[in-house]
Nanobody, 120 residues
Framework: QVQLVESGGGSVQAGGSLRLSCAASGYRRCMGWFRQTPGKEREGVAQIEGDDSTIYVDSVKGRFAISRDNVKDIVYLQMNSLKPEDTAMYYC?????????????????WGQGTQVTVSS
C-alpha cells in the first residue's frame, strides 16, 4: 500500500495562492486531489494521468493546476485566485491503474489531508 503525505495547506486571503504537495512512497499511475467540508461529500478537484493528461472540476478550471514529478513521486496542486468557497480539507489520492472518473470511490490510497482556509 502506497503511503501519501500532503503538505502546504494554510490560511490565505481571497485572491491569494497556495501550493499543495503530496509525497508518495511509490509510483501511482493516476493521482488526484479531493476536498471535503464538514457535512458534505468528498469532491474531486483534479486528477493527473501517467501521461500527464489532466481533468478538473469546473469550479477550479483556470485557477488550479495539478502536476507531478515522477522522479520524486510528488504531486502538486497549485491553487491561484483562491476564493472562500475553496476552504476545505484537501486530500491526495492515488490508484495504480488508469484514471477513471474523478470520483473518490475509484481511488485506493489516501493521505491524511491538509487544511486550506481562505478568508474574505
Amino acid at each position: 500500500q502506497v503511503q501519501l503525505v500532503e503538505s502546504g495547506g494554510g490560511s490565505v486571503q481571497a485572491g491569494g495562492s497556495l501550493r499543495l504537495s503530496c509525497a508518495a512512497s511509490g509510483y501511482r499511475r493516476c493521482m488526484g486531489w479531493f476536498r471535503q467540508t464538514p457535512g458534505k461529500e468528498r469532491e474531486g478537484v483534479a486528477q493527473i494521468e501517467g501521461d500527464d493528461s489532466t481533468i478538473y472540476v469546473d469550479s477550479v478550471k483556470g485557477r488550479f493546476a495539478i502536476s507531478r514529478d515522477n522522479v520524486k513521486d510528488i504531486v502538486y496542486l497549485q491553487m491561484n485566485s483562491l476564493k472562500p468557497e475553496d476552504t476545505a480539507m484537501y486530500y491526495c489520492a492515488g490508484r495504480s491503474g488508469v484514471c477513471a472518473a474523478l470520483w473518490s470511490g475509484s481511488y485506493t490510497s489516501w493521505g491524511q489531508g491538509t487544511q486550506v482556509t481562505v478568508s474574505s
